[in-house]
């Protein structure tokens, strides 16, 4: 056989097999984050249930509370970390188409919860402290990417604190809507309990500040 043809076959089958292989992982991340974000959404359709069940056959409005409360624990700590792993996921992606749709679910279901949490506080009387955090997905953010690495302490250092990401240049409505209500013009920016938007990188320390100002209990 020809050296040339020889060395072009085998080259050929090395760039199949690396594809194939690129192929798989990538199969095996979507698939894994697929769960995550299925159960995470699992979870907001029970809250729904219990929400709506307080409205047509609770006898009182606290009467789902301790159930709701159980719900809200369950879902604290995964909503952010999903939220990351989405983002490391997608830049990483390089074949599989699944990660946009994946990525409407969460969203959607991540503005439900936001907006819900603000209703469980006043029914419940949820000790939860909400901080969304907006950043940019579709340029490149570096202080985005700081905020990440900081916010990631200040979820472990205040336990009550739930962190909601949202990619202030996402086309999903819910998410412009909470952009547009907090004026989101540069980021990253981050609002808590409601409040008026913080623009540019805040410090941990700041932001322990802030979240204690606003009734959290941090370390």
């Not at 301790?66 to 997608?90: C, G, K, N």
């Not at 992606?93 to 749709?101: K, R, S, V």
């Not at 409601?194 to 540019?200: E, F, I, N």
């Amino acid at each position: 056989m020809n050296p040339f043809l020889k060395a072009g076959i085998l080259t050929a089958l090395v760039v199949l097999l690396a594809f194939l292989m690129v192929s798989q992982i990538d199969n095996m991340r979507a698939n894994e984050l697929r769960k995550n974000v299925e159960s995470v959404l699992a979870q907001k359709q029970a809250e729904d249930v219990l929400a709506q069940y307080s409205r047509v056959l609770a006898k009182s409005p606290q009467e789902q509370c301790p159930y709701l409360l159980s719900l809200r624990q369950a879902q604290l700590d995964r909503t952010y970390s999903i939220a990351l792993r989405l983002q490391d996921y997608e830049r990483s992606n390089i074949l599989n188409a699944e990660y946009e749709q994946l990525k409407l679910s969460y969203f959607l279901g991540l503005s439900s919860m936001y907006v819900s949490g603000f209703e469980n506080r006043k029914t419940c009387g949820v000790e939860e402290i909400p901080l969304a955090f907006f950043y940019k997905e579709n340029s490149l953010c570096p202080d985005c990417l700081s905020q990440n690495a900081i916010l990631s302490n200040v979820a472990k250092r205040c336990k009550n604190v739930r962190i909601y990401a949202f990619p202030a240049d996402y086309s999903l409505e819910p998410v412009k809507i909470l952009a547009d209500r907090y004026k989101i013009s540069a980021v990253p920016a981050i609002v808590i309990n409601d409040g008026s938007a913080q623009a540019g990188l805040q410090s941990e320390a700041a932001l322990i500040n802030s979240l204690v100002a606003n009734g959290a209990t941090c370390q």
